[in-house]
């Protein structure tokens, strides 16, 4: 397989060889430069000297031109083709400007958070303006989802990449070059072929959207080498305006996607990065598995979700623990064959109450829209990967929960993988620094909310209401002579025990090993009775958190204090501590009771049979299309049907997510289920 080196641009080869996690790490052979080959995105397609381009008419008749004929949809204002095709009433803010600055011809950098619509800021201008809209986004399953939509809605949309069969691709470029769609969606890999440099110099591009900008920045965490070439090929189309989109950059990445992609002149529309619907919580972690089981059955039976944990041998097992218990749980991680990566996903998706237990594997491009809750069973691995993992809960608007447990020991392997890190001085030091946002994140006792934005630079903002610290105000403790006493521990004991032990010696245990260093006879030996051994946990985690403690690489989980211990120890600063809540006894679990209802808690109780069979319409004819119920109609609007009871065509496409399209394919349906019911009432 032919591979360009993104950093020499030398051409060379090297075997196809898919890992297990899809991509493929290489060498290039001229500069050495090691880089990554995300295979599982879009293959890069060689160039095929048998087939050149424009391809020989193969007799496949021109795509059937929709009722929206060629260039119909430019008539339309943005408006129209909102209500039209989408079936929503109105923009969401920021919408309308982003859409009108980049149907005029102009550049724009969009950044907004996950679920906020970014999506419609290029779709509806590609279908505004003449030619086609070309999209490049970085993973099939990403553009077959887009794709599927939006054919659903009427929108005349195609993609290129590797699951197509040449003679399929083949029809899409013919589509693309009699301009008989508005978008096209590409990999980064694929646009950096001459055969869709060619393609592109016989279409008319619309627009270019490079979507998850943020792979192009060295900074972000997702960076796709590939993206780099994206220039080269907007370069040849001056006049052609481009659009960026990203839901995560901090400062640094932001800069670093406008100078990457030449976009150093564009319009910036960078909106807040609250998601309001998301309710935020961290507990402490007991016994992980039954805390999850808890929250699953109590808080989200039968609803779709994703439980992140930090290894493949955990996804594994967590997940066949929970199957054992009744919740439709799957494993997915880098580890698994593809085949079966690709079914659990598809599962996900198509199916309704899936709980995905996954690594950090899972998840880009997935835009689900009824994830009901995302679960931390370990800590992720900073506040940026924490909000985009999180940004993956309720994208539909309707509450959702961030929910996450962790503990000392968790605290503990976090700082010491950090230290064993490789990396130089000032990536350690970066690194650190995020890890100790991510800890101060979990204990902090405000708001989480203004935390979270506070991070990514938005200050002002008021308490919430909408997570555990506000909705529970967590009470503090003058924790400075706690802190002097576990300290002074770690001190006078070599600074070379972990937990366990200081605890031991603070209460005055006398035990083997004890008595074997000697401990028993220093001063610090009894000196706190006055906690149990869960609160002195509680006192070293905070101390861990807040790197007054650090840990100790030469020993299995020692501690060992660092600068900001000092003032503490000295009596020059006070220091205030959490109280964490008693720990809940574990209940023995009850049998799941399917309650499907969990996801409309807001609709009334008398509501609840029509949202029942709703569903099961929405479910059967998912099935017999193949696809996902959400693409059939979202949870929100099936819960507007609900409420509003529509009985006309009219009435229907006056709820939010119905077009015209949709209402011709399944209104009447829908509007037969709404009749019975409300006769049977
Ligand atoms: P993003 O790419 O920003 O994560 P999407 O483009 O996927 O978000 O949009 C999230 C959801 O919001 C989609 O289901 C989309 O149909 C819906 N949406 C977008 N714009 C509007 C709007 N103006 N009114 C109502 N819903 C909208
Ligand atoms: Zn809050």
């Known amino acids: 397989m032919l591979i360009t080196c993104p950093k020499c641009k030398a051409q060379f080869d090297t075997e196809a060889r898919r890992e297990a996690d899809g991509c493929l790490k290489t060498r290039c052979a001229g500069c050495h430069a090691a880089f990554t080959v995300y295979m599982a995105a879009d293959a890069p397609i060689p160039d095929d000297p048998e087939v050149p381009f424009p391809p020989a008419s193969d007799g496949i008749p021109a795509p059937e031109t929709e009722k929206a004929g060629i260039g119909e949809t430019q008539l339309l204002s943005p408006i129209e083709i909102l209500k039209r095709f989408f079936g ?16 005029s011809g102009g550049d724009a950098f969009v950044l907004m958070p996950t679920g906020s619509g970014k999506s419609i800021c290029y779709q509806i201008p590609a279908m505004m303006r003449a030619g086609v809209g070309v999209v490049i986004s970085p993973l099939i399953a990403l553009m077959q989802d887009q794709v ?21 691709a083949r029809r899409v470029e013919n589509q693309a070059t009699a ?38 920045s060295q900074w972000g965490h997702d960076f796709r080498p590939e993206y780099l070439t994206i220039p080269e090929v907007t370069r040849q189309f001056e006049n052609v305006p481009r659009i ?9 990445t932001r800069q670093s996607i406008l100078a990457n992609l030449e976009l150093t002149g564009a319009a910036e529309f960078i909106s807040s990065f609250d998601r309001p619907n998301i309710r935020y919580r961290v507990e402490l972690k007991q016994n992980d598995k039954r805390q999850l089981l808890r929250f699953l059955q109590n808080e989200y039976p039968g609803a779709a979700g994703i439980v992140y944990v930090r290894t493949r041998k955990r996804s594994e097992s967590i997940a066949n623990w929970l199957k054992e218990r009744g919740i439709e749980a799957l494993p997915y991680h880098a580890g698994l064959d593809q085949p079966v990566r690709f079914a659990h996903q598809r599962r996900f998706l198509q199916e309704e ?60 392997a976090m700082r010491k993988m950090l230290e064993l890190s490789e990396g130089d001085g000032d990536f350690k030091r970066i ?21 979270l934005l506070d991070y990514f630079g938005e200050n002002g903002n008021s308490a919430c209401g909408n997570c555990d610290t506000c909705q529970n105000q967590v009470e503090t403790w003058d924790g400075t002579v706690a802190a002097q006493k576990a300290l002074s521990c770690v001190y006078r004991t070599g600074q070379r025990f972990g937990a366990a032990y200081l605890t031991d010696v603070l209460m005055g245990n006398p035990t083997e090993r004890i008595q074997h260093f000697g401990h028993d006879r220093i001063k610090t030996f009894g000196v706190g009775r006055e906690f149990s051994s869960r609160q002195w946990r509680s006192v070293f985690r905070q101390l861990t958190a807040a790197g007054l403690l650090s840990v100790n690489l030469a020993r299995i989980s020692g501690f ?15 220091l205030h501590l959490r109280l964490d809540p008693e720990p809940v006894k574990p209940v023995k679990s009850k049998p799941v009771r399917k309650k499907k209802e969990a996801v409309a808690t807001h609709l009334a109780a008398s509501d609840l049979p029509l949202w029942e069979k709703l569903r099961a ?64 009432e």
């Not at 009427?154 to 040449?166: C, D, E, I, M, P």
């Not at 301009?179 to 591009?205: F, H, N, W």
């Not at 204990?443 to 935390?451: D, F, G, K, L, N």
């Not at 900001?564 to 600063?573: C, H």
């Open 88 to 103: 929503y009433d109105a923009f969401r803010p920021m919408q309308s400007e982003i859409i009108e600055a980049v149907a």
């Open 148 to 168: 599927q939509a939006l054919n659903q809605n009427g929108v005349r949309a195609a993609f290129l990449n590797s699951s197509l069969s040449a003679e399929e």
């Open 179 to 216: 301009g008989a769609i508005d978008l096209l969606y590409v990999a980064p890999e694929r646009l950096a072929t001459d055969r869709c440099r060619q393609l592109l110099k016989s279409m008319q591009p619309a627009l270019f959207a490079i979507d998850e900008a943020h792979c192009v």
């Open 244 to 252: 960026a989109l990203t839901a995560t950059a901090d400062p640094q």
């Open 353 to 412: 109450g899936v709980v995905m237990v996954a690594t950090i594997a899972f998840g880009m491009g997935i835009d689900k829209p009824d994830v009901r809750f995302v679960a931390h069973l370990d800590l992720p691995a900073s506040v940026e990967a924490y909000y985009q993992e999180t940004g993956r809960a309720g994208r539909d608007g309707l509450p959702a929960d961030a929910w996450m447990i962790y503990s000392l020991s968790d605290v503990v």
């Open 431 to 451: 690194q650190i620094k995020k890890l100790e946002a991510l800890l101060g994140y979990a204990e902090t006792v405000a708001c989480r909310r203004r935390v």
């Open 560 to 574: 060992r204090l660092t600068e900001k211990s000092w003032p503490v120890l000295k009596g020059q600063q006070t």
């Open 617 to 680: 319409l929405r479910l059967a004819i998912s099935r017999e299309l193949d696809i996902p119920p959400f693409v059939v109609f979202h949870d929100s609007t099936l819960a507007e049907m609900v409420e509003v009871r529509p009985t006309t065509r009219e009435g229907l496409l006056l709820i939010n997510g119905v077009g015209q399209k949709k209402a011709d394919k399944y209104g009447e349906q829908f509007l037969n289920a709404i009749k019975e019911m409300e006769q049977s």
